[in-house]
């Protein structure tokens, strides 16, 4: 059995690594091409008396071959919802200033000229939230096990690929569905009560529905976002609205089953390939306990529609550790993600429901605000 491109690619950049470097792995594992011989080239690296090249190559393997070789990762759905990445900080501020206050002219208010005009404006402040590690030890025998073949090398280095990352990537999507579900029992987001579509009057309602927030999101409010639920009805509304193009909505794979997605894209004025383009289709809306139970039921929940600035999650960090255990002879390696994971009471964002949230309090979102 020949090596796979992708393989192949993978460990010679690590040698070509080794060689920037200037460290001793180049020096005794050779390139490998279509007839390298797995055997030998397992030999070098699991040789007794080169413990240097051995431990250079989970370090090595860190840095390159989790990005060379074809695998299965899950595709986070979701993840088109994630900003750009903080590097530094463990706090941002989301500021929203409301457009100004026309007045009729007056050609002889000379006194105006001097008159202090303050925007209004808010802040609302976002933290870095989430710190969570993935871990995965590999022991020597297993090592031994994934030099029998190119095959078995490549479905080592896989799995470990899909261990780490696939972990972190269902987190994400299950976190990203949490900030909703979080924000429904918290107060944080417009809630609208419809009938669970089940036959064709209520699905015609439950369309209606979405397409007149589709039109209102579009047009200049205060009635979508969650600004003053969160701070009262002494606090300035904030005016805003949403470009049709920031327009999305996320709903259960069960309401999208009940629906005739050409009414729905129809009823947003769209063919059917846009409207997909704009719908992101989840499970469900419940939120875990790390142990797979379920923390908070989001059953009320039928679908939400946002701006996409309603969703305020961006990456702090995304690094991969690693270290020799001598004690037990095993590779520890560690995938650690740093993210924030927040929504926005500028943005407007309703979640249609079948019911108000319970008096259980919500939790994620995080944010502070003031005016």
């Given amino acids: 059995m020949q090596p796979s491109a992708g393989l192949v690619t993978a460990l010679n950049k690590m040698r070509e690594m080794s060689v920037a470097d200037g460290s001793v792995y180049h020096q005794y594992v050779p390139t490998v091409d279509a007839d390298t011989d797995i055997a030998k080239f397992g030999q070098v690296i699991l040789d007794s008396n080169l413990t240097p090249v051995y431990n250079e190559f989970f370090s090595l393997l860190k840095r390159i071959a989790f990005f060379a070789i074809e695998n299965k990762r899950f595709a986070n759905p979701l993840s088109f919802l994630e900003g750009a990445n903080m590097p530094l900080g463990w ?66 280095i896989e799995g470990i690929i899909n261990s780490l990352y696939n972990g972190a990537e269902i987190d994400a999507y299950n976190y990203t569905k949490a900030l909703v579900t979080s924000a429904y029992y918290g107060g944080r987001i417009v809630t609208e009560i419809v009938t669970a579509p089940t036959t064709e009057a209520t699905d015609k309602a439950f369309v209606k529905t979405l397409r007149k927030l589709y039109r209102k999101f579009q047009l200049p409010s205060s009635e979508y976002n969650a600004w003053k639920l969160v701070n009262g009805d002494e606090a300035k509304a904030v005016t805003t609205w949403t470009d049709a193009s920031d327009i999305g909505v996320m709903i259960t794979a069960d309401i999208e089953a009940e629906l005739d997605v050409e009414v729905l894209a129809s009823a947003f004025n769209m063919s059917k390939a846009d409207f997909l383009g704009r719908v992101v289709v989840v499970d469900n809306f419940d939120v875990y306990n790390d142990d797979g139970t379920v923390n908070k039921s989001g059953a009320a929940i039928q679908a939400v529609i946002f701006d996409r600035n309603f969703f305020k999650i961006k990456t702090q960090d995304n690094e991969m550790d690693e270290f020799y255990n001598p004690n037990n002879r095993t590779w520890q390696y560690y995938l650690n993600v740093n993210k924030m994971y927040n929504t926005s009471l500028f943005a407007n ?18 944010n502070q605000s003031q005016s």
């Fill in 91 to 156: 706090a941002g501020q989301n500021v929203h200033v409301n457009p100004a206050k026309g007045r009729a002219f007056n050609v002889n208010d000379f006194a105006g000229l001097l008159q202090k005009y303050e925007a209004e404006y808010m802040v609302e402040y976002l933290n870095v939230n989430l710190d969570r590690q993935y871990p995965v030890t590999i022991t020597r025998a297993k090592i031994k096990q994934a030099f029998t073949s190119w095959g078995d090398l490549e479905a080592f």
């Fill in 349 to 366: 964002a309703v979640a249609l429901v079948t019911s108000a949230p319970s008096t259980e309090g919500g939790e994620g979102g995080g």
